[in-house]
């Protein structure tokens, strides 16, 4: 081997349009030495702290320099060894003591052949490659858990809000009973009825609260931390938009890290075969050293060499087991783009079905469902219509107006389950 010097330093891939803005934001950065987050909370700043904190992408990143320092260790030549050695003493007559002994220091240095050296650190430095891979769909992870779990923390703020509203709307009907009831126009039982859909309106708004509260500290999980200090999420929940062609968005997986690994792992698979076969070519172990003979008061220079002969193993079973896992390789390739393009399309038709739902609801559902609302209520009020109905026409209301929070929940989860893939904004492909 020469005295070459060879790459133990990953090649990291370049960072996806998706997280471009945050491509120097890694674990350990100066955000992550600040103080828990106060305040109002929005997605980029959750992403800040989750790619600044989150104890598991740090995982990912120490594995990377792990492997570095495996390439590091890989690349070092063998040491050296020293022998001593003394024949011909504490023997008997003319060997009594040292009069007769030898005495020979020497030293021996393993020489690899076959650039087994350069293969090594090849196969070690690619496990280093292929380890930022992994760290950069670590962070695509991170982006999918973030976006879900803020999106929860601002559906549920929204229901509060709601349950808030449906909260006024039983309190002022329950009052608006209460005259009638005082006018003698209705039962007292009305009143009753209208109390308990009080009390259970306030009873699911207290369990909101408690919801809340849970996904609050998921969110703040994603940064590690385990009490959330922030005040409040801001957001906007209603932004949505049209798909483009499922066709434009397949070719995009090609640059997703679960895809563009496998390039480096090919790789890795060849230097490993590489590796295998410089096996086979025998490592000499040379030395040379001085010797002193007592008996003569003569001293000598002593030369050898030392070579394994390959009279039974040649490393057959590991080259085979090397092409094997070459062969393994493109399989498995295969099974992930097959896996990935299959859940684009899954995805694809789920966003397709939330879009159409969120615009069904907004264009026709929500509006009939409030006109509704608004001429029974003014009918009750007339004598036209019983409280049922009434009742009836505001769960409708608040249920339409719920489902539709829940929509946008799976339509926003799902646009960053799918970004995840292609690995850039969605909204900006037309």
């Known amino acids: 081997s020469s005295c070459a010097s060879y790459r ?44 600044t904190r989150n104890p598991g992408l740090a995982v990912f990143s120490y594995e990377m320099r ?81 976006v879900t779990m803020f999106t929860e923390v601002l559906v549920v703020q929204q229901r509060i809000n709601l349950q808030n509203e449906l909260v006024n709307v039983a309190e002022a009907f329950l ?5 009638r009831v005082k006018a003698g126009r209705v039962s007292p039982a009305e009143a009753i009825r209208a109390k308990v859909v009080l009390s259970t309106t306030k009873i699911d708004l ?27 999420a ?8 049209s798909l483009p062609a499922l066709e434009q968005l397949y070719p995009l997986i090609s640059k997703n890290p679960d895809i563009g690994r496998w390039a480096v792992e090919m ?52 080259i085979q087991a090397a092409e094997y896992r070459k062969l393994q390789v493109a399989q498995q390739k295969r099974a992930v783009e097959i896996v990935l393009n299959t859940r684009l399309a899954e995805i694809y038709n789920t966003l397709s079905a939330s879009y159409n739902e ?7 559902v929500i509006p009939e469902a409030k006109n509704a609302f608004d001429l029974i209520n003014k009918g009750y009020l007339m004598g036209k219509f019983g409280f049922l109905e009434v009742l009836d026409t505001q769960r409708t209301l608040f249920e339409v107006r719920s489902q539709h929070l ?15 893939l292609i690995g850039q904004k969605l909204s900006d492909i037309r």
């Open 66 to 146: 792990i492997q570095e320092a495996n390439a590091l260790q890989a690349s070092l030549f063998p040491n050296p060894e020293l022998d001593a050695e003394v024949e011909n003493f504490a023997g008997s007559s003319s060997l009594n003591g040292f009069q007769g002994s030898e005495f020979t220091l020497s030293v021996g240095q393993l020489i690899e052949l076959g650039g087994k050296r350069q293969k090594r650190t090849q196969v070690a430095v690619l496990g280093a490659d292929l380890a930022a891979w992994d760290y950069e769909a670590a962070k695509l992870n991170i982006f999918v858990d973030v």
């Open 234 to 241: 801001i957001g906007n929940l209603d932004t949505v938009f």
């Open 267 to 318: 790789q890795q698979r060849d230097a490993e075969l590489a590796l295998e076969k410089a096996q086979r070519i025998p490592d000499p172990v040379i030395g040379g050293g001085y010797r002193r003979l007592n008996e003569s008061g003569d001293n000598a220079i002593v030369m050898g060499i030392s070579l394994p002969l390959l009279f039974f193993d040649r490393n057959k079973g590991n």
């Open 406 to 420: 829940n929509v946008l929940k799976e339509y926003h989860q799902d646009v960053a389950k799918m970004e995840r």
């Open 206 to 232: 207290e369990r909101l609260y408690k919801e809340l509260q849970s996904a609050r500290k998921r969110l703040a999980a994603t940064w590690g931390s385990i009490e959330p200090q922030f005040d409040s």
């Open 175 to 179: 009052q608006t009973i209460q005259q």
């Open 358 to 364: 969120i615009t069904t609801l907004r264009k026709n």
């Open 8 to 51: 133990t330093i990953a090649v990291r891939p370049g960072s996806q349009p998706l997280g471009k803005e945050f491509a120097k934001l890694e674990p350990g950065s100066e955000s992550s030495t600040e103080s828990e987050f106060k305040g109002t909370l929005s997605l980029r700043d959750a992403l800040s702290l989750a790619l």
